[in-house]
């Protein structure tokens, strides 16, 4: 059903192996594929001498000492965490540790709106509740060490503290887990919220940069375009989701199955909390009805 966004799933870093995706950015591979995942977490060494880090990734030994063995003899003064996911910053502590670095991020995790009676955090084993930045980055500041200079891109949606992070003077900003070429991600409430992550996206969309280095598989190309499709691809969802709820009162899961065909049952539960994500926002819009508010029980139908 993703036929319509340009996918790319070619990717065979090994897990440690420092990989120098353009002058002055290398890469790292953890060893952590999963079907949220793809092949592991990436992250990014910016600069030559001294450096900044981007997602150190999860609490990972190998992974950990495979990042200070790729910066021995460099100085790490910054490190920046583009989301709170237990994929992305556990590492965190362990990096700064071990180099002093600072660390900058939108801020800690939190949901993206206030929780529903009985309602707990989404896939709760996923969140970094620990996390807390030493700096708490505001979008378009601008952070420069001594050969890079990055620019903060609040991309809330996938996470309320979701952020992007430009590569000034470059063609290159790095997207997290906003938009990756192997995927869309999972946008999940109470986490996650669609109106966000479809501005979010609309925000991408009206920036320069062409290339984009994810934090899972390989570089997004033709950035722009790629995430007009990101764009389209959702409100195909969304039209899909309205004409399933056109034909009488539903609930989440027969949406599911209406709408995901061949879905990777591991995702089962995920793609309720997409189907919920874009739910909200439609009864946000007064598009869609439900009694009380939108939750993963409950039963839609159109509004009016
Ligand atoms: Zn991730």
């Known amino acids: 059903m993703s036929d319509d966004i340009p996918f790319d799933q070619t990717f065979d870093l090994p897990p440690g192996q420092v990989d120098e995706v353009m002058p002055g950015v290398r890469r790292l591979l953890c060893n952590n594929p999963g079907p949220f995942t793809f092949k592991g977490t990436i992250s990014y060494i910016i600069g030559r001498g001294h450096v900044a880090m981007i997602d150190p990734g999860p609490d990972d030994a190998d992974h950990i000492a495979a990042l200070l063995a790729a910066v021995r003899g460099e100085t790490v003064t910054h490190i920046f965490v583009t989301h709170t996911h237990r994929d992305h910053s ?125 934090g899972h ?26 004409r399933q709820i056109g034909k009488g009162e539903t609930d989440i899961p027969a949406l599911v199955h209406a709408v995901y065909a061949g879905l990777d049952p591991r995702l089962t539960k995920a793609a309720g909390l997409s189907v ?23 039963r839609y139908r159109l509004a009016g």
Do not use: C
């Not at 109470?190 to 996206?201: E, K």
């Open 90 to 214: 556990p590492a965190v502590p362990r990096i700064k540790t071990a180099t002093g670095a600072i660390v900058l991020a939108q801020g800690p995790h939190r949901p993206a709106r206030p929780l529903n009676i009985g309602e707990a955090p989404r896939l709760d084993a996923s969140n970094d509740l620990d996390f807390r930045p030493d700096h708490a980055l505001a979008d378009g500041e601008v952070v420069s060490g001594l050969d890079w200079t990055i620019e903060a891109v609040a991309t809330p949606g996938h996470t309320a503290n979701h952020m992007a992070f430009a590569l000034k003077k470059t063609d290159v900003l790095f997207s997290g887990d906003h938009v990756m070429a192997w995927s869309t991600p999972v946008v999940a409430p109470p986490d996650g919220a669609m109106s966000d992550y479809m501005a979010s996206l609309a925000k991408l969309a009206r920036r320069g940069e062409q290339i984009y280095f994810p």
């Open 217 to 242: 598989g390989p570089a997004v190309k033709n950035a722009p375009r790629f995430v007009s499709a990101y764009i389209l691809h959702r409100k195909a969802r969304e039209a899909a989701i309205l």
């Open 276 to 298: 919920l994500a874009h739910l909200e926002d439609l009864v946000t819009r007064g598009t869609v009805a439900t009694a009380g508010a939108p939750s993963i029980e409950g």
